[in-house]
């Protein structure tokens, strides 16, 4: 749930009880129901414009790239050659746009079920929806679980850029989906989702980390820093068939040069291994 009232948005969420988020709004660029969910682009004081799905903040043009660097490079940089990666999600596109930038990706799919997010991006976000640019991209619209059905051992990995789970979003958290993630999967591959945050969500989190391993060798929860969302924390879950893997020592390193070329503002290889260091507490309640 949302409000928008004299010129201030103010976020209401399950995830976050007793808790909200405001800010102040110049301008509402764009609202809208479309078949999936209620679209809203805002322009704020503080935060740049900001995309709103469900009454629920997704992104905002001050803090979006660290949420888009780390579900995208802590995978990647995990793989020893991951050559085709396939985004389910992402219909900002943000994920696409960091995804690209890898040296060893050569093709990108893209699953997005709702294209009217898609074209609002293009419209009003080009900062992120510049991913679909991309000539590495195939963009699909349609539902992912369905796409990965008819496409077995194809990924090197796969990437899920999901909204929280309130909905519809709450199939991607589930024991089924992390199945069909893994038959998608080739050899040696990794997927890496959304987890939600400790600080208001450890059964989530914890949940979700449990069916993870239970489908992969290796498994793993890290997590990032961004402002807008819920504890200004987010966190992933990083699952791998290969059972040699280590998740905080990143196969592919980048240089100080490599990260102003590839314009990474977040992600670092120094940022990639800290973000499985987890509070003591955290690690308790996730047994680690």
Avoid at 73 to 79: E, K, Q, R, S, V
Avoid at 181 to 208: D, H, R
Wanted: charged share 20%; hydrophobic share 40%; aromatic share 12%.
């Amino acid at each position: 749930m949302d409000t928008l009232k004299k010129n201030w948005f103010t976020e209401v969420c399950e995830m976050w009880p007793g808790g909200t988020f405001s800010f102040e709004v110049k301008e509402v660029l764009h609202r809208e129901k479309s078949k999936y969910q209620d679209i809203l682009v805002l322009d704020t004081t503080s935060f740049g414009r900001v995309l709103v799905l469900d009454g629920i903040i997704q992104c905002t043009q001050k803090d979006e790239f660290s949420y888009q660097e780390m579900i995208a490079f802590l995978p990647l940089c995990c793989h020893k050659n991951p050559e085709k990666v396939l985004i389910v999600g992402g219909g900002d596109g943000g994920v696409a746009r960091e995804v690209a930038k890898h040296p060893l990706v050569k093709e990108i799919v893209q699953v997005e079920i709702d294209d009217r997010v898609i074209e609002v991006s293009k419209k009003y976000l080009p900062f992120m929806a510049v991913g679909f640019e991309s000539p590495k991209l195939k963009l699909h619209v349609g539902d992912g679980f369905e796409f990965m059905k008819n496409h077995s051992q194809e990924f090197d990995v796969i990437i899920t850029d999901s909204s929280d789970p309130v909905g519809p979003a709450v199939s991607l958290f589930q024991e089924n989906y992390f199945a069909l993630m893994k038959s998608a999967l080739k050899p040696n591959g990794i997927v890496c989702s959304q987890a939600g945050t400790f600080w208001y969500s450890m059964e989530l989190v914890s949940n979700t980390l449990k069916i993870c391993k239970n489908q992969f060798p290796k498994a793993a929860y890290a997590t990032t820093s961004v402002p807008t969302y819920p504890s200004g924390q987010i966190g992933f879950v990083i699952g791998s068939l290969d059972s040699e893997v280590i998740f905080d020592n990143p196969t592919l390193s980048f240089s100080r040069q490599d990260e102003l070329s590839m314009n990474l503002r977040y992600y670092s290889t120094d940022i990639h291994k800290a973000a499985f260091a987890l509070p003591t507490f955290v690690k308790n309640e996730l047994n680690l």
